[in-house]
């Protein structure tokens, strides 16, 4: 029953990410969050969403581009990081990382799909009702699809992270640590794309003051 | 000229519009999508069978844009065919417009404000705000500008159809990306500061990594993009090595 709960939820978030609405309900921060949410460990959720969004704010849902697909890998790591210890997280989060990468894979894989569900006018007219019988039968495909990717997803990434994660040696900072390294080069190419450091140095800087501060009286 | 049509068709096809990359293809890219969200509106304005498949075969050929700017495209075109433009004009017009509304979109939406807004709300979390409330902050600030921004393409397209040129100038989206840029680059600073100075959402870091984190972050500042992949890889072989060697026994 959780197994169907987590695949319905994942094809539900993979059509938002670029089918249909694209309300960004797919975004790992949420995925992450609404997994957690539907497994009874809500902030848990939310902190594997949390440090997959980092890594992926680089990511962009673009027509054409390849990307790592961020709903489905949330949905995986989520499911797969049970009691949340510091051996658990790491490796949840590793595998939200890998799964989003074939992932991305089975989008293309769909977009081909597409160009032959879609009728082509130049072998023949085509009428309203074909033409809507293949888009929303595109979109139940990319549904289908959502849903079968995080159920394999979470079928592997349970054992993987339950098998490995029990001796895990690192304390919960320094893990914590490593996966922000690699969140650390979004957080620069972010900056690159927003105009670059010298641009942006004032700005970066003050946000920076401010949050310390912040941080501080909260 | 689009008085033909009533609000309840208009409704129907910005409503479709939500669903204009459902059959996004390597063939028509958008094209086929494109055509889903006009057909309330061609099926109005052409009720003679031979027309309305031309112009359905037409708006199913290839068209690429940003998603929501594309309603700027579907609008203008629904004034076009209103107004009884011939088809050469219709092809023309999108062709026109497709590369302008695709790197207009992708600047202020993909580069802009969606990091911007997940920036706001990881800012939040890293300082201590209740989860829920960051989730929702972020649905609640992203969707303000989404749905605004198809609305207002939309109603651009209808209201200017083959002239909405002008108005996508005189909107200046590039200059308010650039503001917005601004914005973000402050909630960046936030994130970091908020994140590994003084939070409490995603715990204390230790000075070590702070500092190889800081020679990351300036690795992807000075390489760009290139660098995503090859630091994730990085970071999943270092995890997936720690957990295998420990579990054999060889790490303390």
Same mark, same amino acid.
Do not use: C
């Given at each position: ?15 938002? @990410? $670029? ?7 797919? #975004? ?70 890998? =799964? ?15 160009? #032959? ?11 309203? @009702?074909?033409? $809507? ?6 979109? @139940? ?10 159920? %394999? ?14 001796? =895990? ?17 979004? %957080? /620069? ?30 | ?20 990359? /459902? ?65 050469? *004009? ?21 580069? $802009? ?120 890889? *990085? ?11 420990? $579990? ?5």
């Amino acid at each position: 029953m959780e197994l169907l709960q987590l695949s319905l939820l994942g094809g539900v978030l993979a059509l938002d @990410a $670029t089918s249909v609405g694209q309300f960004m309900v797919s #975004r790992p921060l949420v995925a992450g969050a609404l997994t957690g949410w539907l497994l009874g460990a809500p902030e848990t959720g939310l902190a594997v969403g949390a440090i997959l969004e980092l890594y992926l704010l680089v990511s962009f849902p673009t027509g054409g581009s390849r990307f790592p697909e961020g709903a489905t890998a949330s949905v995986v790591a989520a499911a797969a990081v049970g009691d949340g210890s510091a051996g658990a997280f790491a490796l949840a989060v590793a595998a939200g990382l890998l =799964w989003g990468q074939f992932a991305g894979e089975t989008v293309t894989w769909l977009r081909r799909v597409n160009a #032959r569900l879609v009728p082509d006018p130049a072998t023949g007219p085509i009428t309203g @009702a074909r033409l $809507t019988a293949a888009h929303l039968g595109a979109v @139940a495909v990319d549904f289908a699809r959502g849903a079968v990717v995080t159920v %394999v997803g979470v079928a592997l990434a349970r054992p993987f992270v339950n098998g490995l994660s029990e001796s =895990w040696p690192l304390t919960q900072d320094t893990t914590l640590g490593l996966l922000l390294v690699g969140a650390a080069v979004s %957080v /620069g190419i972010l900056l690159r794309d927003f105009g670059g450091f010298r641009r942006r140095a004032a700005v970066f800087l003050a946000g920076l003051v401010l949050a310390v501060i912040g941080a501080r009286i909260l | 000229m689009t008085g033909s049509l009533s609000r309840a068709t208009l409704l129907s096809t910005f409503a479709r519009s939500f669903l204009i990359q /459902g059959s996004w293809n390597y063939r028509t890219m958008l094209g086929s999508g494109f055509a889903f969200a006009m057909l309330p509106a061609i099926n109005r304005l052409f009720p003679d069978e031979a027309t309305r498949r031309e112009a359905l075969h037409r708006h199913m050929e290839l068209f690429n844009a940003h998603p929501y700017m594309t309603n700027l495209a579907l609008g203008a075109s629904i004034e076009l065919e209103s107004e009884g433009a011939d088809a050469d *004009t219709v092809r023309r017009f999108k062709m026109a417009v497709r590369g302008p509304l695709g790197s207009l979109g992708d600047g202020l939406v993909w580069a $802009t404000w969606l990091p911007g807004a997940s920036l706001l709300a990881l800012t939040l979390y890293g300082v201590g705000v209740p989860g829920w409330v960051t989730v929702l902050t972020f649905l609640f600030v992203y969707n303000a500008g989404h749905i605004g921004l198809r609305v207002w393409a939309f109603r651009a397209g209808l209201a200017e159809g083959r002239a909405v040129g002008g108005r996508l100038t005189r909107a200046d989206l590039g200059g308010w990306t650039e503001r917005l840029q601004g914005v973000a680059s402050l909630l960046l600073g936030a994130l970091v500061g908020g994140t590994l100075l003084g939070g409490e959402g995603l715990g204390f870091v230790t000075p070590l990594w702070i500092a190889i984190a800081g020679v990351a972050g300036l690795a992807g500042l000075l390489i760009g993009h290139r660098t995503w992949r090859p630091a994730a890889a *990085t970071v999943v072989a270092a995890v997936v090595l720690i957990a295998v060697l420990s $579990t054999l026994g060889w790490l303390g």
